[in-house]
């Protein structure tokens, strides 16, 4: 059986009509592109890379798979990119090994002012560019010679009577639309739609059989490693592996151009196609559990960079890890909800506190009281500037990320002596009443959502009891709900002076989430020595109606004088009379905020 050649196969000589490779190290056999499938040829071992006398094992063979076209040499390239960054070093190295440069417009210009020697493609296809450069590549000469397989007689026979050469290598970086769609006018972005050159990617690495094709500039230092090591060809794998990254690119390409084209004219619409494109930007050491492979992709065809922690500029710490980064945007959702000054500390997705307060370092204060023993290794996020207070009160426990939307230099300071900090600054904030939409995997799926952007004021709220809520409690119940939006469902919120006093995450039931959010403020109580439970005069959110009056009740016994949920149980009316009973007040909004 033929074997892939390794790096120490060498062409030796052609003799009779046979092409001759071996692997003095191994003795494995090689054969030349040029022979098709079916073709008898002789193989045989050496035992020195000089002399090619010292051949032992003779015997013919027939080729009979595509591995056999392992190696092509490349003779001739086409240059056409967008980006001219790093092209003098590529077309240097190209030159040095003989290569015949083709290319367009600015590209061949670039080259040549460099010193390199260019065929432009229009002398080279016999027709000039026309349309404004709009039309360059777009012929029969060009596509021809990258289409045309090697191993398919009528192919070769048509190639030369049309007078079609073929082209061994395809560089093409396209138009940068992605930058272009952040503008508001699609008619300049329609300019940045680049026809040319992704018809050149698609056709290159669909003949990757014979044809090499880079489409991103990242993959030069790849192409000039292949050719050195391999004396001016490439490798069948390595065609393939830049052939699905060039397809990978394409199809990424048209799905920004169809994302932009339909938010110009679907804006209220589910998309019939999911067309979202996302950008790899961070090998993760693992996923949620080290036996989980994982990475940080960004989305590409966005307006505008969305504020956030895909954006973010890392000041310091280690890199961030697939948890903290759920976190952390979780832990900055959170605290664009507010205008006043509001810090949130994340464990697992779910606030163990926030707060706002009259400046950073109070609302983390109040933030931390909640559950300080939670909040330990938690992510810590603030909608203002983090100053030297914040800072100092940040660094006195272990905090794994700090995200805000940036920091003076004397926190910055203090922020550093915590080596393993993670500091992201955003440089502003989200704007959560803005439509952005949602994925979740299923087996077999994607559920999409647009975001849960609903706002409820205090005009919105409707008084279901014979208690009107205060003026404080209802700043306290609307800052409640807001927070109770942010966590997982079942959710139960306890606050007080727009603090969490007590946070039931993710409960079964929305009776023990009630508990759990009681004597988590009962627990606060006791860290501090206070006489009574902080669920004394607090206010309750909660995600959803109450089923039954069970979980209101038990509030109500633990002290809570007001509470907001959205109505909707066919017993609202016992959950009512409930609340009567106990002579609290309780509003209805209308809107649910389930999270899971």
């Not at 026309?130 to 021809?144: E, N, S, W, Y």
């Not at 007078?163 to 952040?182: G, K, R, S, T, W």
């Not at 501090?528 to 005069?537: L, M, N, Q």
Request: proline share 3%; aromatic share 6%.
């Amino acid at each position: 059986m033929l074997q892939h050649a390794s790096p120490t196969a060498l062409p030796l000589s052609f003799i009779g009509n046979f092409i001759y490779f071996s692997n003095s190290l191994t003795g494995s056999t090689k054969i030349s592109r040029r022979i098709p499938i079916g073709t008898k040829v002789r193989c045989f071992n050496v035992r020195s890379n000089r002399n090619p006398l010292l051949m032992t094992g003779v015997q013919e063979r027939t080729t009979s798979k595509e591995s056999d076209y392992a190696l092509v040499k490349i003779k001739r390239a086409l240059i056409s990119v967008s980006d001219k960054s790093c092209l003098i070093d590529v077309g240097k190295a190209l030159e040095d090994l003989g290569v015949e440069i083709l290319s367009t417009g600015g590209s061949a210009r670039k080259l040549r002012e460099n010193g390199l020697k260019v065929t432009d493609i229009s002398d080279f296809s016999g027709f000039p560019e026309i349309l404004g450069g709009r039309v360059k590549t777009l012929h029969p000469a060009i596509h021809g010679g990258i289409l045309m397989r090697r191993d398919v007689a009528t192919d070769e026979e048509e190639a030369k009577t049309h007078q079609i050469h073929e082209i061994d290598l395809v560089i093409a970086n396209l138009y940068p639309f992605e930058e272009a769609c952040m503008e508001s006018d699609l008619s300049h972005c329609i300019e940045q739609i680049d026809i040319g050159g992704t018809v050149l990617i698609r056709a290159a690495a669909k003949n990757h059989r014979w044809v090499t094709v880079v489409s991103e500039i990242s993959q030069y230092p790849e192409l000039l490693s292949e050719l050195s090591e391999f004396d001016g060809c490439t490798r069948l794998d390595f065609r393939k592996k830049l052939a699905a990254r060039a397809f990978a690119r394409c199809a990424s390409y048209d799905a920004v151009i169809a994302e932009r084209f339909f938010q110009e004219t679907h804006e209220n619409e589910l998309p019939p196609v999911l067309t979202v494109t996302a950008m790899l930007q961070q090998e993760l050491r693992y996923g949620e559990n080290p036996h989980q492979k994982a990475a940080f992709y960004v989305k590409q065809c966005q307006k505008r960079p969305l504020p956030g922690v895909a954006s973010a500029e890392q000041i310091q710490g280690k890199e961030l890890s697939y948890n903290n980064i759920a976190d952390t945007d979780a832990a900055f959702q959170l605290v664009c909800e507010f205008e006043e000054p509001a810090v949130a500390i994340i464990k697992h997705s779910n606030p163990c506190g926030a707060a706002v307060g009259v400046s950073a370092e109070d609302a983390y204060l109040k933030a931390l009281s909640c559950d300080s023993l939670s909040a330990f290794g938690g992510i810590v996020a603030c909608n203002r500037t983090i100053d030297l207070a914040a800072a100092e009160a940040i660094t006195k426990i272990f905090t794994e990320v700090l995200i805000a939307p940036d920091a003076t230099t004397e926190a910055l300071s203090v922020l550093s002596c915590k080596k393993n900090l993670r500091v992201l600054l955003t440089g502003s904030l989200m704007d959560m009443r803005e439509s952005m939409p949602t994925f979740r995997s299923v087996n077999g799926g994607i559920l999409y959502q647009t975001s849960d952007n609903g706002h409820i004021g205090k005009d919105d709220l409707q008084v279901v009891t014979k208690r009107v809520p205060t003026q404080t409690e209802l700043e306290d119940l609307l800052f409640a709900w807001r927070i109770c939006k942010h966590i997982k469902s079942n959710a139960i919120v306890l606050a007080k002076n727009k603090a969490t006093v007590g946070v039931g995450a993710g409960q079964m039931s929305r009776v023990d989430a009630s508990h759990i959010a009681i004597w988590k403020a009962t627990e606060a109580a006791k860290a501090t020595d206070e006489a009574h439970s902080r669920a004394v005069g607090s206010v309750l959110a909660s995600d959803a109606f109450f089923p039954f009056e069970d979980g209101l009740v038990i509030a109500c016994e633990a002290g809570v004088q007001a509470v907001i949920q959205p109505g909707g149980s066919k017993r609202d009316e016992e959950v009512i009379a409930a609340a009567d009973r106990y002579g609290i007040s309780m509003v209805f909004t209308g809107m649910r905020h389930f999270r899971h």
